[in-house]
């Protein structure tokens, strides 16, 4: 096996690759940490899988600019993904270099030598594994297949990551929710607690069959697969799911230009939460704040949780209380003191004196801020101390009905929708 390529170009055509080599990972798979690149007439092939996702990129001069590849010898090898980086990262940048397997010297073993196209006494030596990687086989035909946006499928997964669950013994929260409708598209996460829902509407923003159905990611898969789909250009990936008879062989694929993308070992029988039934739920209470009050408080409140409470993750509580009279939110926190005051722009008619007290673990009112747009309002809606709250964004100065509180992307026409739902909890 013989060519020359680019060494920098070729290198980060190959990042999403090597991402999905070693991050995540099987520690059972024996492919896992390791890249196969193989090699012919058309151009190279880069495959990769670490029991959960797999990958495969094919690289030519019709696919990456500047590779300023050439074809010796056909061939394929199998290296170690974080070598392989090392190597090529200790050449000039835009070195082209040339990979050659060679036989050891009085040996049947093989290693990859990579030399500087320019000196081919300058060059670094790679050991080679015997295995070669290949992706898992997916039988039959897609049953769902939706192209959409790389850069609004990845906004999408950035807004409600927030919300994604971490408790193995709650599966189903570990699991996000896409779903699709006509010239329609949402993302939904939770832990259980804490949800989010992304709702994004728009001239023909996707292309859905069917056109009403959802797919279910995830979160060991979600941060490989959106880094890698973060490192590419195309304007538009394709996902598809493909379910046999055999759970076991449950798999989605997602296609963004040459690169290809391969999550299993997932659930298909997952429920995800009814989040209409949740975020759909009239509320006695509204009121309505700005975004940038809630910043300092985040920091205020963060600011009173010690390193021995992070620690042993133990659950500290801020508790909101509103005074309608001076139109203001006083946010308190008991163990290492503090009280910040948000203003109410906006606060619904109720014949009681005082608004229900309510407590939350401390890290959602930092959540309050983290997942808003950068400035704008937002409007709270809840029932009584027990129930939980939603914060419904892009709220308008007023008290008004949840599906008015939208905002639209003049330069895309892009109509977005988005809230958040906190559960209550009780003082400790």
């Known amino acids: 096996m013989k060519f020359n390529v680019n060494s920098t170009i070729f290198l980060n055509a190959v990042s999403p690759v090597i991402g999905v080599a070693t991050k995540s990972i099987d520690k059972t798979c024996d492919t896992a940490n390791k890249l196969s690149i193989s090699v012919e007439d058309k151009g190279i092939t880069v495959k990769a899988f670490s029991g959960r996702v797999a990958s495969s990129l094919f690289l030519s001069d019709t696919t990456i600019d500047d590779l300023a590849f050439s074809f010796d010898t056909e061939g394929c090898v199998t290296v170690d993904a974080a070598s392989l980086v090392e190597t090529l990262v200790s050449f000039v940048s835009n070195d082209d270099v040339i990979f050659e397997l060679k036989t050891v010297e009085k040996s049947s073993r093989k290693e990859l030598v990579i030399s500087k196209k320019s000196d081919l006494e ?119 799911e493909f379910r046999p008879s055999n759970d076991e062989s449950f798999a989605i694929s997602i296609t963004s230009g040459c690169l290809k993308l391969i999550m299993l070992g997932m659930n298909p029988n997952i429920k995800f939460p009814e989040e209409n039934k949740i975020f759909g739920k009239e509320h006695d209470y509204k009121v309505v704040t700005r975004v940038e009050d809630w910043r300092e408080i985040g920091l205020s409140v ?127």
């Not at 669950?165 to 607690?193: I, M, N, P």
């Not at 990611?217 to 880094?227: A, C, N, P, Q, W």
């Not at 203001?328 to 109720?350: F, H």
Request: glycine fraction near 4%.
């Open 122 to 240: 300058q060059f670094q030596v790679l050991p080679c594994f015997d295995k070669q990687i290949s992706l898992p086989k997916i039988t039959g035909e897609a049953v769902k297949t939706l192209k959409i946006s790389r850069e609004l499928y990845l906004y999408g997964i950035e807004k409600v990551s927030f919300s994604l669950g971490f408790e193995k013994s709650k599966e189903r929260y570990l699991y996000w929710v896409l779903r699709t409708d006509e010239d329609k598209v949402r993302f939904v996460s939770g832990t259980g607690a804490l949800f989010s829902c992304l709702d994004l509407s728009g001239d023909k923003i996707l292309d859905s069959s069917p056109k009403k159905t959802n797919y279910l990611f995830h979160k060991d898969h979600t941060f490989v697969i959106s880094k890698a789909l973060s490192m590419r250009k195309d304007d538009e990936i394709k996902i598809e």
């Open 302 to 428: 963060a600011a009173t949780i010690s390193d021995s409470e992070k620690k042993e993750r133990r659950i500290h509580i801020a508790a909101l209380s509103f005074d309608k009279a001076k139109k203001v939110i006083n946010v308190n926190t008991q163990k290492m003191r503090s009280k910040r005051k948000v203003k109410m722009l906006d606060i619904s008619e109720v014949e009681q004196e005082d608004l229900p007290k309510l407590t939350f673990v401390s890290n959602y009112i930092d959540c309050i801020s983290r997942a808003a747009p950068e400035v704008g309002n937002l409007q709270m809606e809840f029932s009584t101390q027990d129930s939980p709250m939603i914060i419904r964004y892009h709220a308008q100065e007023k008290i008004a009905p949840a599906a008015e509180l939208t905002n639209t992307n003049v330069a895309t026409g892009i109509t977005e929708s988005f809230s958040a739902l906190f559960v209550t909890q009780k003082e400790v």
